[in-house]
């Protein structure tokens, strides 16, 4: 059953031969596109090697694994417009831990998610690597929410 013209509308970036890199922080490019399961409880996991960001203080560069993992309601997030989102970052200072607050935030606000969780695997810097986790969950996923953020610090110790 492929997608129809309505179910695809609103997804612009997809395709474009002449994609724009945003060089400051641009939540308006992200796109969503129709779940077309939303009555399954599915997970779905981004994996974004890439992201780089700047240190607010210095202005060097940060550089990280991130790991989006979300279970969709009605939207989803469409994969070239959140890659554009990620590369906004690339001139953004701020710490770690509020870009991965930040795109949990902007993404929570885009597709209205069921639960979403977004991990940050920092490179060290001077010794010390930081992995800051933030999550989110509807009324009927706040169980999963506390587990998972249990889960997270359990995994770090």
Same mark, same amino acid.
């Given at each position: 059953?492929?997608?129809?013209?309505? +179910?695809? +509308?609103?997804?612009?970036?997809?395709?474009?031969?002449?994609?724009?890199?945003?060089? $400051?922080?641009?939540?308006?490019?992200?796109? !969503?596109?129709? #779940?077309?399961?939303?009555?399954? %409880? *599915?997970?779905?996991?981004?994996? /974004?090697?890439? =992201? !780089?960001?700047?240190?607010?203080?210095?202005?060097?560069?940060?550089?990280?694994? @991130?790991?989006?993992?979300? @279970?969709?309601?009605?939207?989803?997030?469409?994969?070239?417009?959140?890659? &554009?989102?990620? =590369?906004?970052?690339?001139?953004?200072? $701020?710490?770690?831990? $509020?870009?991965? #607050?930040?795109?949990?935030? %902007?993404?929570?606000?885009?597709?209205?998610?069921?639960?979403?969780?977004?991990?940050?695997?920092?490179?060290?810097?001077?010794? @010390?690597? @930081?992995?800051?986790?933030?999550? *989110?969950? %509807? +009324?009927?996923?706040?169980?999963?929410?506390?587990?998972? &953020?249990?889960?997270?610090?359990?995994? /770090?110790?």
């Amino acid at each position: 059953m492929s997608r129809t013209e309505n +179910e695809l +509308e609103g997804v612009t970036l997809l395709g474009d031969k002449k994609t724009v890199y945003p060089t $400051d922080y641009a939540p308006q490019v992200l796109e !969503t596109f129709v #779940n077309k399961h939303p009555e399954n %409880d *599915y997970l779905v996991t981004l994996n /974004c090697p890439e =992201f !780089t960001s700047l240190c607010p203080k210095t202005g060097q560069p940060d550089f990280a694994k @991130i790991i989006i993992n979300y @279970i969709p309601g009605e939207r989803m997030v469409e994969s070239k417009s959140l890659k &554009l989102y990620l =590369f906004s970052f690339r001139n953004h200072g $701020d710490f770690h831990e $509020d870009c991965i #607050n930040i795109i949990m935030k %902007d993404l929570v606000k885009l597709m209205e998610p069921r639960y979403l969780e977004v991990v940050g695997i920092f490179t060290p810097r001077g010794g @010390i690597a @930081i992995y800051p986790f933030a999550n *989110y969950a %509807d +009324e009927a996923h706040q169980e999963m929410k506390q587990a998972r &953020l249990v889960a997270q610090m359990n995994h /770090c110790i």
